[in-house]
């Protein structure tokens, strides 16, 4: 194990929706207001609290997935972030145990933080309730005594009077430190639409709000003693992953789409791409009208929903995509990109809208989750991504659904405690694009990037 002098919390909650965001994002402020550098990161595949976490703090903040990353690999990346940071911030996922299934040590906060070797604060609503939160933390301790369970932080308490209360049972009846209170903030409350937060690009207008938070929780949280908490002895054992051969990556020239409808990236796939050798120019399929000189394409999630009309009124764009695409130049699409690609995007309104049309399909929203959470895909065929047989990790999350008389390329999975819960196909290979729902990370596994790479070479 390496030594360290660097500082590491997770923030958990009992649940989803406890304010595990807000905390964190107030929390990120302060530290910096602080002096401090920080390093926010997140449990799990969310895109949209990370963007929150990089455009309030400024830092770029990354996912901990242990479901896609080996346990090596995710704290060697883990590793290389905190190089130059002095207090990583975590958020957790959901409630502190609950992972994939029923394990609480697999994809879990708690799993994670001990991964990392780093302590826990747990955030509690201490809305209309006094005496009854200590049990609730009591259980939350007593279920795994493994785990460093450092602090407790109440949140939407405006009463001291009330904190008080609430303090006195947790510290009395339990044995856990509270920190301070998280009071309610309306000013501040986060925007949601169906896929979870709005993203951070759409609503982050007025810093004054952040400024406001991070104030508070300086006043109601004492950060002092959080720090001190926070100390980690060293940092977890890890490997940073395999880049792909630069051999392979120098002199290609990526084509991003990275505007207010495609936005979903994780950043460390881009690095990977990067300190390999490749050049990332990014562009709009909503406001441009060229695509940059490249030899691949990438077309990450996002809300093309939301901007549909936009999207289907730039026809030049969509040309540009067609003539990439019949030069065969590799186009790779994730979930929203693949909506992107199909013929047409029927909205909840039921709406009609023309979309690029490199595949023969149509997407169709609806009002409800079509899937989520997270799978393995094992290729039919060769694909962009994976030879025939070979296996790729990732999660879906999409309230749409997409149509096509095109054969699927992989036969898909979800697997929870050790039991096929659900399977189906899914995926696309037309020529060399490739698309599906599912969202990657390209650090699982060495060598997954090499043949999107060996496809761009012939695009020279």
């Known amino acids: 194990m390496q030594s360290t002098g660097n500082k590491a919390v997770l923030i958990a909650g009992t649940g989803s929706g406890c304010g595990k965001t807000t905390l964190t994002l107030g929390l990120l402020r302060a530290l910096q207001q602080r002096g401090l550098r920080v390093q926010p990161f997140k449990v799990g595949p969310d895109y949209l609290d990370t963007g929150w976490h990089s455009a309030v703090s400024g830092v770029t903040s990354r996912n901990l997935d242990a479901f896609m990353l080996p346990a090596a690999t995710l704290n060697g990346l883990y590793n290389q972030h905190m190089h130059h940071a002095d207090v ?55 279920f795994d005594p493994a785990l460093k369970l450092a602090g407790v932080i109440v949140n939407r308490v405006n009463s ?22 998280l009071p309610v903030l309306e000013e501040v409350a986060l925007p949601s639409r169906h896929l979870g937060l709005v993203p951070a690009q759409e609503s982050l207008t007025d810093d004054r709000r952040w400024q406001r938070l991070a104030q508070q929780v300086e006043a109601f949280i004492d950060i002092d003693r959080l720090l001190a908490l926070s100390v980690c002895a060293s940092l977890p ?4 992953p395999r880049l792909p051969d630069p051999a392979l990556a120098q002199g290609l020239t990526l084509a991003l789409a990275e505007d207010e409808a495609f936005n979903f990236y994780y950043p460390d796939n881009l690095d990977l791409l990067e300190q ?74 039921g709406v ?23 799978c393995q895909w094992q290729a039919r065929s060769d694909t962009l991504l994976a030879a025939r047989g070979e296996m790729l990790l990732g999660h879906e999350f999409h309230y749409s659904d997409f149509t096509t008389a095109l054969t699927p390329a992989f036969d898909c ?24 729902y599912l969202h990657v990370h390209f650090a ?15 695009a020279l």
């Open 352 to 374: 009609r809208h023309r979309m690029s049309g490199i595949l023969p399909g149509e997407s169709h929203m609806g009002s409800s989750l079509t899937r989520f959470g997270y």
């Open 160 to 181: 001291e009077t009330h904190y008080q209360l609430i303090r006195q049972a947790i510290e009395g009846y339990c044995g856990v430190p509270v920190l301070g209170r």
């Open 276 to 349: 390999a050798g490749v050049r990332i120019q990014r562009f709009s399929p909503l406001h441009d009208s060229r695509l940059p000189d490249c030899q691949m394409i990438y077309l990450g999630g996002g809300y093309p929903e939301v901007h549909a009309a936009r999207l289907a009124a730039n026809v030049d764009m969509h040309s540009a995509l067609q003539l990439a695409h019949h030069q065969q130049i590799p186009m790779y699409a994730e979930c929203g990109g693949l909506m992107y690609l199909g013929n047409g995007l029927t909205d909840s309104a």
């Open 88 to 142: 990583a911030v975590i958020e957790g996922v959901m409630g502190l145990y609950d992972g994939y299934g029923i394990d609480p040590n697999y994809c879990s906060s708690a799993a994670m933080a001990k991964q990392l070797g780093c302590p826990v604060i747990l955030l509690v609503d201490g809305k209309a309730v006094s005496t009854s939160v200590a049990a609730t933390v009591l259980g939350f301790r007593q």
């Open 237 to 240: 054992a890890g490997e940073p």
């Open 444 to 458: 699982q596994r060495p060598g997954l990037l090499d043949r999107w790479l060996m496809a761009a070479r012939r």
């Open 413 to 436: 999975a979800k697997w929870r405690d050790g039991v096929a819960v659900q399977r189906w196909q899914g995926g696309y290979q037309l020529e060399q694009t490739q698309a599906s």
